[in-house]
């Protein structure tokens, strides 16, 4: 269908070109014209003033005739006859010669149009008094003006239209879907649309086997996702460090640029490598040899496009680490990256302040990429951490489950894993997945790439957020401190917090249920939800759904132009669930 569109479009440029010469040439042809026609003096109107009538009114009469010239230079085209253009204009050329030709004709409409001042920015055909009597061609011409025409600077985020039934008349159409008078729970109503369809992943199992790579893929040691982004990821760092963090309080300036020290671990970097990763790998994807001639006209690259997505990188990086910040006083851990915890350095109220402090550069950051549409989609990341952090604290009991399917008239047991295992996987997309999600987004947003390019972003990256979550909570049973850069002592289950082992595994064993709802603060709770959990299949469960995700995240990135940069993003997607390995 695309090419097929693209194909018309191309015809139909080319008329519109013809059109135009014409329209910029109409002047002169007639001018010549005058000087031989019969009726020069007609009415006692001196010539020159006849002159201008004439020019100012050919174009409105030359509609009468014009679809007729478009038809057979149609057929001249499909013939592969030469230059419609010239044949349209030897069309004027004859019809200006005949003395009773409706080109003569005085038209009063343009008459007193023609004090109107002219518009500072010319349109490619639009303004063109040819289209003045022509509200279909007007309403067409203008809607292939809102899809391939860029607008000024100052006009990033309105379009023009017309319509039917007032062609001249220009309305404002945002780009941007949300406005100021748009509920934010409209937009949250979206996002749990999307949850919804998480609890049907539960039954999948993986398509590849563990060491098994998709048909096409390049090797680890060709496409290793932290060797081809090391450098940038230097740069990335070292921006963080040194212009984005600076502080003239030495305390603040030690705390907030803690994880950021030369020389210190500063973590995976998962989150700035995938988003570059995916912005060279759609930067392929729109390259002469990558996508359709159609796609390249409707493609507008900005000219710093890689510098801002290496400062979206660090924006990313940024947000997450403030939350390490915040969560880290909310859980009283005492490691971090393998290093004391922010809170047991400086204390609780310098780390959260630390925390907001580097919220508040990232936002200064966000916004001086000069992209609303971006702004949005990472503004939500912060929303998202809050909700998720709340829905952690205040996780759903058999009381609360039962009033739930009460008010919503819901049948089922309270204590069904479906209702917790969704509310769980909520609030790991809140706490993880939307920030790789709307990360990944928001590199694609800033290329002004397609819809479905945008959208296979977002997914990798919830997926890919997603399948991190849920290796993470499998790696509190059975990973180390050393691995994890945190005690792998049964946090979770310390905290009071079931995750997706605990479960799958009170399917099997019912009497987690009552264990969940008292947080695990009975006496021995811990350990006997430990000694459960382990005689079930609820660690290897939620592996294999981890597995899962992994692999949705790859099929969104799949569909891509083959590159290094795209085979890395499924090796990091790999990597992601090989950590306890």
């Not at 050919?58 to 419609?84: G, N, Y």
């Not at 932290?226 to 212009?243: H, P, W, Y």
């Not at 970097?269 to 001639?293: D, F, I, W």
Request: charged residues 25%; proline residues 4%; contains cysteine.
């Amino acid at each position: 269908i695309d090419v097929h569109v693209h194909k018309v479009k191309r015809v139909e440029t080319t008329f519109l070109t013809a059109i135009e010469k014409m329209n910029t040439s109409s002047t002169s042809i007639i001018h010549k014209q005058l000087k031989h026609h019969p009726n020069n003096n007609h009415g006692g109107v001196p010539p020159q003033q006849q002159q201008q009538q004439r020019c100012k009114s050919s174009s409105s009469a030359f509609v009468d005739f014009v679809d007729q010239s478009m038809e057979k230079a149609t057929t001249k085209i499909s013939k592969s006859l030469p230059s419609p253009t010239d044949y349209i204009q030897q069309q004027v050329l004859n019809e200006a010669s005949r003395p009773d030709s409706p080109l003569w004709k005085t038209s009063a409409v343009h008459n007193s149009n023609s004090t109107k001042k002219k518009k500072k920015k010319k349109k490619k055909t639009t303004d063109s008094p040819l289209w003045k009597t022509s509200a279909v061609h007007n309403s067409t011409l203008h809607e292939e003006e809102e899809e391939e025409e860029e607008e000024d600077d100052d006009d990033d985020d309105e379009r023009t239209i017309a319509t039917d039934d007032h062609p001249n008349k220009k309305k404002k159409k945002k780009k941007n879907k949300g406005t100021i008078d748009t509920p934010l729970s409209s937009t949250i109503m979206e996002e749990e649309a999307l949850l919804h369809e998480w609890h049907t992943h539960i039954h999948l199992t993986p398509k590849y086997s563990p060491k098994e790579l998709p048909p096409g893929v390049l090797p680890l040691s060709l496409a290793d996702p932290f060797q081809l982004t090391k450098s940038e990821i230097a740069l990335v760092t070292d921006g963080i460090r040194q212009d984005l963090i600076g502080t003239d309080h030495p305390v603040l300036n030690q705390a907030a640029g803690y994880f950021f020290e030369s020389g210190g671990s500063g973590g995976k970097k998962v989150r700035p490598v995938m988003v570059m990763l995916l912005s060279h790998a759609l930067a392929v994807q729109y390259e002469e040899n990558g996508t359709s001639l159609s796609q390249q006209q409707q493609h507008r690259r900005r000219p710093d496009l890689i510098a801002s997505q290496r400062r979206l990188a660090q924006i990313s990086e940024m947000i997450h680490t403030a939350s390490l910040f915040h969560d880290d006083v909310i859980d009283d851990s005492d490691t971090r990256r393998s290093k004391p915890a922010v809170h047991k350095v400086h204390g609780n109220k310098i780390a959260i302040l630390a925390g907001d402090f580097l919220l508040a550069r990232a936002s200064i950051c966000l916004a001086r990429l000069r992209d609303v549409d971006v702004v949005e989609s990472m503004s939500t990341i912060i929303e998202h951490l809050v909700r998720g952090e709340v829905m952690q604290m205040k996780p759903q009991t058999t009381k609360t489950l039962n009033n739930s399917n009460s008010s919503n008239n819901k049948s089922g047991e309270g204590g069904s894993i479906h209702p917790r295992m969704d509310y769980y996987l909520w609030k790991n997309f809140f706490k993880t997945a939307s920030l790789m999600a709307n990360s990944c987004k928001s590199a694609a947003l800033l290329g002004n790439y397609d819809a479905i390019h945008v959208n296979a972003a977002y997914r990798y990256g919830m997926h890919a957020g997603m399948a991190f979550q849920l290796v993470d909570d499998v790696l509190d049973f059975e990973g180390s401190s050393d691995l994890m850069g945190k005690p792998a002592n049964l946090a979770d289950l310390n905290a009071g917090i079931a995750t997706a082992p605990v479960l799958f595994a009170s399917e099997q064993h019912p009497e987690l249920v009552t264990l969940m709802d008292r947080k695990f603060r009975g006496d021995g709770d811990v350990d006997k939800a430990y000694q459960l959990v382990i005689r079930t299949d609820g660690i290897e469960r939620t592996k294999r759904l981890a597995r899962v995700h992994v692999e949705l995240a790859i099929e969104a990135v799949l569909d891509l132009e083959a590159s290094a940069h795209r085979d890395a993003l499924v090796h990091l997607a790999y990597k992601i669930v090989d950590r306890a390995s």
